[in-house]
């Protein structure tokens, strides 16, 4: 059962990257035509919708491959937990993405939904941290870091998604240096804690594809799960630069937020060079997949370093540049991980991808990369061109910035639309390979259940 809910899982988090990026390419074309789509294609509702299903995408992936890579446990009343986590979360993002369609907003910057909603995401949360807890009950050996990193996940992402919501309480709501430092904080952990839901996948699939049961036990590997926990709590200070808080609070973001993407950078290039030839064409998407996960955290590592100088990211703050980070980061790191978490999770448990499949699958991984990368240096340059323009002339039209930016405005789009083609090429196999198998295996139980009666 934990798999029926874990490929349920996968499916539906391909469908919300298949909606997020369709609504990431309109917002490409209002970039370029603001004046004329400002009442059809509203930035407003674009924005949030692309945010929100990309988000969601990056939950259900994630969460999909808890339900495939815990041990299982058999008791019935564990399945009807797990689909009731999935109902709650599945009925919070179409009903988030369906307010965002009507226009009903409430909420702050990227949960911009009416608070409400937020309590069956905390509850479906809470679902899942009791199925981990079921799951681990019985096994008594030590566990490795991809086990801790999960049950990190699943508490910060509580902890955090609570805490984005203090707002709600008048003490915060009323200073708003205190409001901003707290919802900026807590979304710097909320990331961390997803963050630790696909790195502990991606370290598990590692340990599987190599087939070395210590790498996982590991004080290296250990480290970076401490590193990454103290970056989960501490690196949000690099968000409120901007804000007149401690020095001390600046510091010491600024140095944490340095050394994660290093080790984690660190530990798959370790594992590859550990892969023999013959595993590595074995297990060749997922292999592909982590590997250029691998070289989109060195590129991020290296515009993450500059921009947590505090005296570039008062200009960079607010410019492209942040967003050049969190899509790259999103797409380039996290995007690459689940895609490898959910190539590896289908030959495992549902069989081989015929070889047209992957032949797509590897066309897409490539067109979509290459596309990433024009994409990711268009934002770069709108970013410093709009710092710049900003500093030679701070009071100049917000209008005639953006006309400005226009030629990095087209690249952008243009190779946005590449990793949309990208990423259909890839979404598409997979998810009729899941469908197709699923539907093929529940058939043949159905058979055998009937022969048996
Ligand atoms: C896997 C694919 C993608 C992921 C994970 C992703 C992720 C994100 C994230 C996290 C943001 C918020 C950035 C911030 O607040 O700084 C964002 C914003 C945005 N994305 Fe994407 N994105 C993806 C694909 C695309 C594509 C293909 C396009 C097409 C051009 C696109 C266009 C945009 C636009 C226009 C914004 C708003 C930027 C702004 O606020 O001005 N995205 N995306």
Redesign the pocket.
Same mark, same amino acid.
């Given at each position: 059962m934990n798999r029926h809910i874990g490929f349920l899982f996968m499916a539906t988090g391909l469908l919300f @990257?298949l909606a /997020? %990026?369709m609504f /990431? %390419?309109l &917002? &490409?074309v209002?970039?370029l035509f603001p004046q004329e789509l400002r009442d059809a294609l509203p930035f407003t509702k674009i924005?949030p919708l692309? #945010?929100s299903a !990309?988000v969601f995408w990056i939950l259900f992936a994630a969460i999909g491959g808890l339900y495939l890579y815990l041990p299982k446990y058999k008791k019935k009343h564990s399945a009807r937990l797990g689909i009731w986590h999935y109902l709650l979360l599945l009925i919070a993002a179409t009903a988030i993405l369906g307010c965002y369609f009507t226009g009903i907003f409430g909420g702050r910057e990227y949960w911009e939904f009416p608070p409400i909603l937020a309590l069956p995401i905390a509850a479906s949360f809470i679902l899942l941290g009791i199925n981990f807890y079921k799951s681990m009950r019985k096994n008594k050996e030590p566990w490795p870091a991809y086990r801790w990193m999960w049950l990190t996940g699943i508490i910060f992402f509580l902890l955090s998604f609570t805490e984005s919501y203090l707002w709600l309480i008048p003490y915060f709501r009323d200073s708003l240096v205190r409001d901003m430092a707290v919802q900026w904080k807590s979304y710097g952990s909320l990331v961390g804690s997803w963050n630790m839901l696909i790195n502990g996948s991606a370290l598990f699939i590692m340990e599987k594809l190599s087939g070395d049961r210590t790498m996982a036990r590991k004080p290296l590997t250990f480290s970076m799960f401490f590193l990454g926990l103290f970056n989960l709590m501490f690196n949000w200070g690099h968000h409120i630069y901007s804000l007149p808080v401690n020095d001390f609070i600046r510091y010491t973001a600024y140095i944490v937020s340095m050394t994660e993407l290093l080790i984690l950078g660190k530990i798959i290039l370790n594992w590859r060079s550990t892969l023999s030839e013959a595993k590595r064409n074995k297990h060749l998407l997922p292999f592909r997949f982590m590997t250029a996960a691998d070289i989109w955290i060195f590129l991020n590592l290296f515009t993450a370093i500059l921009m947590s100088v505090p005296a570039l990211n008062l200009y960079t703050h607010g410019t492209?540049v942040? #967003?050049a980070h969190?899509?790259g980061t +999103? !797409?380039g790191i996290?995007?690459m991980l689940l895609l490898a978490s959910i190539c590896y999770a289908c030959t495992r448990f549902l069989g081989k991808l015929s070889s047209k499949s992957i032949r797509w699958v590897n066309k897409g991984l490539y067109f979509g990369n290459i596309s990433l990368l024009v994409f990711w240096l268009a934002l770069l340059g709108a970013g410093i061109s709009k710092a710049m323009l900003q500093t030679q002339n701070p009071s100049i039209a917000h209008g005639l910035l953006m006309q400005q930016l226009k030629p990095w405005f087209i690249g952008? +789009?243009l190779s &946005?639309a590449g !990793? #949309?083609a990208g @990423?259909v090429m890839v979404i598409v196999p997979l998810l009729h390979f899941m469908i197709t198998k699923k539907i093929k295996l529940n058939t043949q139980t159905a058979h055998k259940l009937l022969q048996h009666s």
């Amino acid at each position: 059962m934990n798999r029926h809910i874990g490929f349920l899982f996968m499916a539906t988090g391909l469908l919300f @990257l298949l909606a /997020g %990026i369709m609504f /990431g %390419i309109l &917002g &490409g074309v209002f970039y370029l035509f603001p004046q004329e789509l400002r009442d059809a294609l509203p930035f407003t509702k674009i924005r949030p919708l692309h #945010v929100s299903a !990309i988000v969601f995408w990056i939950l259900f992936a994630a969460i999909g491959g808890l339900y495939l890579y815990l041990p299982k446990y058999k008791k019935k009343h564990s399945a009807r937990l797990g689909i009731w986590h999935y109902l709650l979360l599945l009925i919070a993002a179409t009903a988030i993405l369906g307010c965002y369609f009507t226009g009903i907003f409430g909420g702050r910057e990227y949960w911009e939904f009416p608070p409400i909603l937020a309590l069956p995401i905390a509850a479906s949360f809470i679902l899942l941290g009791i199925n981990f807890y079921k799951s681990m009950r019985k096994n008594k050996e030590p566990w490795p870091a991809y086990r801790w990193m999960w049950l990190t996940g699943i508490i910060f992402f509580l902890l955090s998604f609570t805490e984005s919501y203090l707002w709600l309480i008048p003490y915060f709501r009323d200073s708003l240096v205190r409001d901003m430092a707290v919802q900026w904080k807590s979304y710097g952990s909320l990331v961390g804690s997803w963050n630790m839901l696909i790195n502990g996948s991606a370290l598990f699939i590692m340990e599987k594809l190599s087939g070395d049961r210590t790498m996982a036990r590991k004080p290296l590997t250990f480290s970076m799960f401490f590193l990454g926990l103290f970056n989960l709590m501490f690196n949000w200070g690099h968000h409120i630069y901007s804000l007149p808080v401690n020095d001390f609070i600046r510091y010491t973001a600024y140095i944490v937020s340095m050394t994660e993407l290093l080790i984690l950078g660190k530990i798959i290039l370790n594992w590859r060079s550990t892969l023999s030839e013959a595993k590595r064409n074995k297990h060749l998407l997922p292999f592909r997949f982590m590997t250029a996960a691998d070289i989109w955290i060195f590129l991020n590592l290296f515009t993450a370093i500059l921009m947590s100088v505090p005296a570039l990211n008062l200009y960079t703050h607010g410019t492209h540049v942040t #967003v050049a980070h969190a899509m790259g980061t +999103t !797409i380039g790191i996290n995007t690459m991980l689940l895609l490898a978490s959910i190539c590896y999770a289908c030959t495992r448990f549902l069989g081989k991808l015929s070889s047209k499949s992957i032949r797509w699958v590897n066309k897409g991984l490539y067109f979509g990369n290459i596309s990433l990368l024009v994409f990711w240096l268009a934002l770069l340059g709108a970013g410093i061109s709009k710092a710049m323009l900003q500093t030679q002339n701070p009071s100049i039209a917000h209008g005639l910035l953006m006309q400005q930016l226009k030629p990095w405005f087209i690249g952008f +789009t243009l190779s &946005g639309a590449g !990793i #949309v083609a990208g @990423l259909v090429m890839v979404i598409v196999p997979l998810l009729h390979f899941m469908i197709t198998k699923k539907i093929k295996l529940n058939t043949q139980t159905a058979h055998k259940l009937l022969q048996h009666s």
